[in-house]
């Protein structure tokens, strides 16, 4: 970027209030914007009059939090110096005396808890009437003079406890410090001087209440690193393994989790310490969606399972229930009411949803009485959720009552697509409501539980339809065993934070300022461009995801062409060669963090690729050619064993040995073979491969583009009998009261994707958003219209995915994609496999320009392609490549 660029994006960044990182004498790199107001606090090099020296000619401020102030932030306070110390060499003391005050220092403190901060605004040298009384906020001030003795403070003020500490770890960020410093090895830039500039910075109240992290599925990662590296002292996850998780929320603004809860892991209230950790570090527990009232069935119910039963046994298990207000009450807590079985199965008891919906309402009324009896204030004021999961969500529509003042958290299918959406009427409702999503799963139809494949594109699209339409209470994130998932996580919690800070005008910058942060503006552009296409790759199907058969149905072979397959190994390898050339060239000090954030996960995305069609091409030609078979085989076999040999490399090696244990491809032999992909096993003896023979390279395939096409200025043109059509080129789009399409970048199985923007609940009936797209027939007849469509869940219940479409002035198409697909059903389960859903219209064409108009119905429908056939459907997976002619 140009120096006047640059100045030009700090002084508006200034004004904005966003805060920079110094990266050089007399240079600046925007890495963040967060929701607030002010000058402005930076971090540079140079001292100038009113700026506070943090770190400067070798001596370090000292931090000062009274002993009076809450744990958390002393906690908060104490990871500052060592983040100081990690930049610079210089660690801060910390001191709580407060009359005692050396010359600089940093003034950490909640409202309240400080004499200290309480003169300052008696005095008027600090203004906090824009965070009290508000729900964790936090400013940020330099203060000249403050005290007698005191030539400079900087201020770090929290409306209440996580308000102080999210302040603290916001500063840690201005002087470069990444959120993910320990879990990901993110080194920060060493610097010699830390100067943080005169001003003030005031942030706002966070968008969502409660937004969390569900630590799940742990079996082959986080609980087996925990209990045999990081804490065998408790042989389990435990305080130790907490408090770290517990840290990691608090640097990204998040402040809830549900605990681990696998028949592996300890329950987290088998340990007394646990909640007293979490206390301590002010994080909110709660329990998933099957544990009601903060219980762990799978590691607390002792009795028999059949007994688990409300209709049979209510006195027993409302006794359970009660155990646990006794013990955890007077911690702050978010409960989760209802029920279901043992381990996330449906309820005990009930046969049909006539009986399951009373009985439902029977059990939330005692658990409410429960809290009632136990919590420290009326229940109507205690945090407390309801999340209809699966079979429960068709109760809930079906009319079961759940109490005014609980918050109604709805999930995605488990595969990123939130299945239900408030409508006006709901969202009067005074407790709110909160999404469950998932970017790692164990279920069926396929589980993903090794890679993180979820773009974060689409995690945009989702979340701002949720927030829109009023789910602004509690956003809970499914994240597996927390590694490989931290770039999801990251974004999900930007968002859950500041609801505003990404737009579908720039969410797509995400990757660049992330990779700008980690590992140096240097490196950021191709760090994002990798990781874009990573998720492009890994969108079109995941990496757990390949296989064309559900489990239990015969086999049969993938959908994509030889050519496509050879097109998708290509852009893996191209990949990787990308991924490894950079692994070389960032610094010593932060390639552990390249190789855990984008080396691994693009290499063996790529592997997995190999491994899986090199097997099936092996397959092929196997009856046909055992010459051609035998190299193809032995790809796919050596792929086997990269996968095998880099994830040893990422337990043993990787950072001295730190995440022995927490990497695994697959789950062990024998497990949930009815929710897994079947991991391709070539015989050696079959193909008789010799493995003193050098690898062969591998077989070259080459898309069949369609060629020179026909003159069209700007538009479409038919060839062989075909207009494809991906949807961001659009010739013209018209708005329509305040409502219009938008291209979500990142987004799409063949390229990038269009919905309508805003995206709250709305049918369109008179003016409706339009796209058009110019497009040349060169033989007149009828085609068929193909509508390629993310699989997303209806924004307006019972119409399906509906939208309409029209040729040149002809009437409107209504079409409805998905009306009766069920989730769970088999047409579901190949939707979301294939990332893919469509609908069909037939038009008779006449040779020559023709304009192809898309109206919107429904808002929530994401179109990603448009193919106009005189034919059958070409084959494959992708579709016909795009017969554009600019």
């Known amino acids: 970027m140009r120096k006047d660029g640059l100045k030009r994006r700090v002084a508006k960044a200034q004004r904005r209030g966003d805060f920079l990182i110094g990266v050089a004498a007399g240079g600046w790199l925007l890495v963040l914007t967060l929701a607030g107001f002010g000058q402005g606090v930076s971090v540079k090099n140079a001292l100038q009059n009113g700026d506070f020296p943090l770190v400067y000619d070798g001596r370090a401020a000292a931090i000062c939090v009274a002993e009076t102030d809450f744990k958390v932030a002393k906690i908060a306070a104490a990871d500052f110096a060592a983040d100081v110390e990690r930049v610079t060499g210089r660690k801060p003391a910390v001191v709580s005396d407060t009359e005692k005050l050396p010359e600089t220092l940093v003034l950490i403190s909640t409202l309240g808890k400080n004499p200290l901060i309480d003169k300052l605004i008696a005095d008027r040298q600090i203004d906090a009437s824009g965070i009290a009384g508000k729900r964790e906020t936090f400013l940020l001030e330099t203060v000249r003079n403050p005290f007698p003795g005191v030539r400079a403070a900087l201020v770090i003020a929290g409306s209440d406890r996580r308000g102080t500490a999210f302040g603290v770890y916001e500063m840690s960020q201005r002087i470069g410090v990444s959120p993910w410093v320990w879990w990901a090895d993110a080194a920060p830039e060493k610097r010699r001087t830390l100067v943080v500039s005169k001003g003030k910075f005031v942030a706002r109240e966070p968008s969502v209440k409660y937004r969390g992290i569900f630590l799940n599925d742990e079996d082959w990662g986080l609980e087996p690193w925990a209990a045999k590296t990081f804490e065998p002292e408790s042989g389990n ?6 408090a770290k998780i517990f840290e990691l929320l608090l640097r990204l603004k998040a402040n809830a989790c549900w605990p681990a809860m696998h028949e592996v892991t300890r329950p987290f209230n088998a340990l007394a310490e646990n909640a007293r950790v979490a206390d301590d570090y002010a994080i909110v527990i709660g329990s998933s969606h099957a544990e009601p009232m903060l219980r762990n069935n799978v590691g607390e119910w002792k009795d028999d399972k059949e007994k688990y ?40 008891g009930t046969k049909t949803q006539a009986e399951r919906i009373p009985v439902l309402e029977r059990i939330i009324a005692t658990q409410r009485g429960l809290l009632a009896k136990y919590a420290d204030r009326p229940v109507e004021k205690v945090p407390q959720i309801f999340c209809p999961y699966k079979e429960v969500l068709a109760d809930y529509r079906a009319g079961l009552k759940v109490p005014d003042d609980v918050t109604l958290v709805f999930p995605d299918d488990n595969f990123g697509y939130i299945r239900y959406f408030p409508n006006e009427t709901e969202r009067k409702r005074a407790g709110g409501f909160g999404v469950y999503y998932h ?20 995690i945009f699209e989702e979340l701002s339809k949720a927030y829109a339409n009023g789910m602004r209470d509690f956003w809970m994130l499914n994240v597996g065993d927390l590694k490989p998932a931290e770039t999801g996580i990251e974004f999900f919690m930007q968002m859950a934070y500041d609801a505003g ?56 072979p993938s959908e994509l062409t030889e050519q496509e397959t050879g097109l998708r190994l290509e852009a893996y390898a191209s990949l990787v060669r990308r991924a490894e050339s950079f692994q070389t060239l ?31 091409l092996a397959e092929k030609y196997r009856a046909l050619d055992e010459s051609e078979a035998l190299p193809l085989a032995r790809r796919s076999i050596a792929a086997d064993r990269e996968i095998d040999y880099e994830t040893n490399y990422f337990n043993e090696k990787l950072a001295d040995g730190k995440w022995r244990f927490m990497m695994s491809p697959e789950m062990r032999e024998g497990q949930w073979t009815g929710m897994r992909a079947v991991r391709p096993r070539l015989s050696e003896k079959d193909f008789e491969v010799d493995r003193t023979k050098p690898e062969p390279p591998p077989s070259s395939y080459v898309w069949l583009a369609p060629g020179k096409l026909p003159k069209i200025k700007n538009g479409f043109a038919e060839w062989n009998g075909a207009v494809s059509i991906e949807v961001e080129h659009f010739t ?11 291209t979500i970048r990142g ?54 995915l509906r939208f309409a479409v029209a ?38 064409l006449s040779k020559g320009i023709h304009v192809l108009k898309i109206f919107a119905v429904d808002t929530g429908v994401v179109l990603d392609k448009v193919v106009l056939r005189s034919g059958p459907p070409t084959p494959g997976y992708f579709g016909p490549p795009e017969t554009f002619a600019p």
């Open 586 to 616: 960032v610094p010593a000090a932060k390639k552990d963090a390249f190789y855990e954030l984008v080396h691994y996960p693009v290499k063996m995305a790529a592997l997995a690729n190999e491994r899986f069609f090199y097997a099936e």
């Open 501 to 556: 800070r990404w737009n579908v005008a720039n969410q797509h910058e995400f990757l660049r300022e992330w990779a700008a942060r980690e590992f140096g503006a240097r490196y950021a552009d191709d760090v994002a461009s990798i990781m874009d296409e990573y998720y492009r790759l890994g969108f079109q199907r995941k990496p757990e995801h390949l296989q064309w058969y559900l489990p239990g149905e015969k086999p049969r």
């Open 732 to 742: 013209r789009a018209a708005a329509a009261d305040g409502f219009a399409w938008r």
């Open 747 to 800: 987004l799409g199985k063949t390229g990038d994707s269009v919905t309508v923007f805003p995206p709250v609940a709305r049918t369109f009936e008179r003016r409706a958003p339009r796209l058009e797209y110019r497009f040349e027939i060169l033989n007149a007849g009828a085609f068929d219209a193909d509508f390629y469509l993310l699989p997303t869940r209806p924004l307006v219940p019972g119409n399906g």
């Open 439 to 458: 970017i790692s799963y164990l279920g069926r139809p396929l589980s993903y539980l090794w890679l993180n494949s979820t773009p974060p594109a689409l």
């Open 807 to 844: 040729i040149d002035d002809g009437p409107p198409q209504t079409i409805a994609v998905d009306r009766d697909t069920e989730v769970s059903s088999p047409g579901w389960a190949q939707n979301i496999l294939n990332q893919t859903t469509r609908g069909g219209a037939r038009f008779e």
């Open 237 to 242: 996850i435990g305080p130790k393994t907490y």
């Open 309 to 348: 039963n409300f209709v049979t046994n209510a006195a027993g298990v409302t006794a359970y229930w009660e155990d646990r207000l006794k013990t955890n009450a007077g911690f702050e807590n978010v409960y989760t009411l209802g029920m279901r079985g043992i381990h996330d199965s449906p309820i005990q």
